[in-house]
């Protein structure tokens, strides 16, 4: 039995593949989704929903999931950082990437809109590119274990 801590969760579907019989399933979201207009999540059967600043919640898991939540935050390293501390065993990240040179770009939404919903584009800050990612999880004492750029998504498994 682990437990699965979905960081940024909405509904959970994304997590649900990583969550087995007995394991404690917990989804933590901001409420941001309301912001967008969206509708309001349904909690799957067998989870736990959290609302609150995911830099507020403290409980660390074995299987942390977060997914495009990273790009959202404006000190994505200092929610890295939250990340290592939540992450007992395992990390499975989903972030936008940038293909740039350097390694955390810093989002323009005049520039380069990344999406069309402006309301949505207003919560974008910074993009990592692979090597800034993949520098900043070594920092963090994280061993990155699978790495799939496709798309613009990158798609990160790590180990402490």
């Known amino acids: 039995m682990k437990t699965v801590l ?18 404690r399933w917990i989804l933590v979201d901001n409420g941001q989704w309301k912001q967008y207009g ?12 959290i609302e609150c600043d995911i830099m507020d919640y403290a409980d660390p898991a074995e299987l942390v999931f977060c997914s495009n939540v990273l790009y959202h935050h404006p000190d994505p390293w200092a929610f ?45 800050f910074y993009r990592p590119t692979i090597k800034g ?16 750029a496709q798309d613009g998504l990158l798609s990160v498994v790590c180990s402490i």
Do not use: C
């Not at 990240?93 to 940038?98: A, P, V």
């Not at 990612?133 to 799939?148: F, I, K, N, P, Q």
């Open 38 to 49: 969206w509708d309001e999540p349904m909690t799957p059967e067998g989870a736990k929903r």
């Open 80 to 124: 890295m950082n939250h990340l290592r501390e939540l992450t007992l065993e395992t990390l499975h990240l989903r972030t936008y990437y940038d293909k740039g040179p350097g390694s955390w770009i810093r989002y323009d939404k005049d520039k380069n809109p990344a999406h069309a919903d402006p309301k949505v584009a207003a919560t974008i």
């Open 133 to 148: 990612l993949t520098d900043e999880l070594a920092l963090l004492g994280m061993r990155v274990d699978e790495l799939t």
């Open 6 to 23: 979905d960081l940024g969760a909405f509904d959970g579907n994304a997590s649900r593949y990583l969550v087995t019989k007995g394991d």
